[in-house]
């Protein structure tokens, strides 16, 4: 029996056409010989009655501190509900399907309520299943913890859901569905020659999804890269074959482009007595006491220079002040990110890209890089420019 | 520590208001010492987002076709949800609060989806929370069966589950929420002089509610008398004390009249050849087999006699017709019961009830009697008038 795991998000799932078109990718699975195993989303959002959101509005009305296991326990709902749309719309064309639990289908968790992490998975249930002829349909985002507690993995999490059952089933690929037509070179409403990807590594998706690329979650993606289950990134709406993502050798040394808007430059001078490494020890953990998320952190003698997300830079400026450390800030920054696993081999490239951005007079305010990202802070009136001239010079626009 | 479950209906949990009014019973019962169980249904019904028929028609009119485990799955959610919000507007008056599904409260099933029989509770999850001072808010009409299934306990099943939680945890009381204010003599919308009764023994309300008085689940009464845990009848939106429901030395002849509308008498003659033993038992299996329920059955040497619901005449006469059967019918009757637990060492109540009700002209269609219950069927047009006749008979109407 070759399995094989089909995810299809809110957007999917929400409308009879939606499910239609999802079922009609089931079913063209089932025809070329596999066992679909198929994984949903919540049906909707923005006030559909049966969406995450829907739901959480409906205590955080009440009282806005709700506690994590309570607001696992409702939202799990949205997918269970969305499970059993599903299996009977497949029933209803012929075709034998059950809705399951992510309990029921075997998934393990921790008690980490709102953001748990899988433990194990007990393939019995759904192989059984599927053995038996039937479609399982699992609802996505969420498992059971060793007591019988109800526990979600966190938001965006579905895609957890299937890419563990794709290990957990040993499946021959694990298909993520949503409504573009695969992963693209770069956002194609900033460059409209934007390309889809045939083909992507883990860790560069990963990447991209990290530098701002919303295709899948990263940590759905680590988990099939632990055992090379190849996921495949495809339109629920088109017959496009999408974008495989899985190991290989890097055939361009740059993949893709990905970018962030409205952050925020924070820089702190560290000159108030103390050593700097007590200082930067100090904004750190002060900043992370706060909840306050920083990126592209460039720590160097005389200061440290982040970067915030627009909206907690009030917060993030307010608690540096109050702790006597004098700052500077640079709004509306935008940050571009330029990712390619081949880039590790090649030399050159940070001065190549760093050249052009130069030349075109694009103003650098900060750049990092990894093995295989090079990002830079540019101010936001320059960002879609830069974005361009890139995308343009690596040629990722010819397909 | 001393329990109390207090089961909330669907109109007492489906608006801010009603769940306003619950929680204060909920504190009250705190503030006399109880650590309060509380069950609810699911929130509000006839098109309320998360009620049990709108769940149900999600899926029904996808396919009419719904298996009843993936219904139960389904509709399960009602509850669950309402538990959550049940537990979070408790929250924000103060005081700890958990919402637990049926499962988690230790609730277990036989896999009968769609009508599951409770088989054990474990009592150990809500008295472990109740002792660490936490109000349990327990998703009603639902348990797990041994292998992790979700199922219903059929329709009015969370008065089941306040009856069985009360009996598991040896609970001081079981409190039935509702929206009137106990249990009534007769049906105050026919006689105005309708009382409240103070108590009423365990078989005479399933009487009541078998004969057309819609109290309470005449499964959930059978499960509190097991152990003879008291139940009391209240309601949410007054202070009345609402009716106690336990054992008792019967201190009326009659405790109190229901009746049932639009119903059709069918007698069938049996005089075609066979035995009428044979006649009987074809009968009876013909109408079961075809899923009609039937009533105020009387056998008797020519023929038999019995009730069915207006809507099910048409079906079971044309049963009876393709199978040879000559048969009559006596439509628009209607069926009105006296009951009382007191009458069983009572004589002549039969000849006194009687007698009333031909002296002023009311016509007897048949009759039936149990040790608590006589029946009597009669036409539409004279029901309500045999009625208010029998509740001053008796003087109901004086408290």
Redesign the interface.
Known sequence: MKLIVQKFGGTSVAT?EGREKAIQRVLEAKAKGFAPVVVVSAMGRNGA??ATDT?IN??RE??RD?QA???D??TA?GE??S???M???I??KGCPA??L?G??AGIRTDANFGNAQILEINPNPITRLAKAGQIVVVAGFQGVTED???TTLGRGGSDTTATALGVALKAEEVEIYTDVDGVMTVDPRVVPEAQILDRITYREICEMAYQGAKVIHPRAVEIAMTEQVPIRIKNTFSDAEGTLIAQGAAERVITGLAHLTNLVQVGVALNNGKSSQANEVEVFKLLADNGISIDLISVLPKGIYFTVKEEAAEKATGILSEAGFEYTLQKDCGKLSVIGAGMTNVPGVMANLMGTLHRAGVEILQTSDSEITISFLVPMEQLNKAVQLLHNKFALGQS
Do not use: F, M, N, W
């Open positions: 009879p009655p049966y739901l409906l205590v009440i009282d709700v296991r309570e607001l326990l409702l709902c269970i509900i499970s059993v749309v299996a009977q719309s029933k209803a059950i809705a639990t309990g029921q019988g507690g109800i």
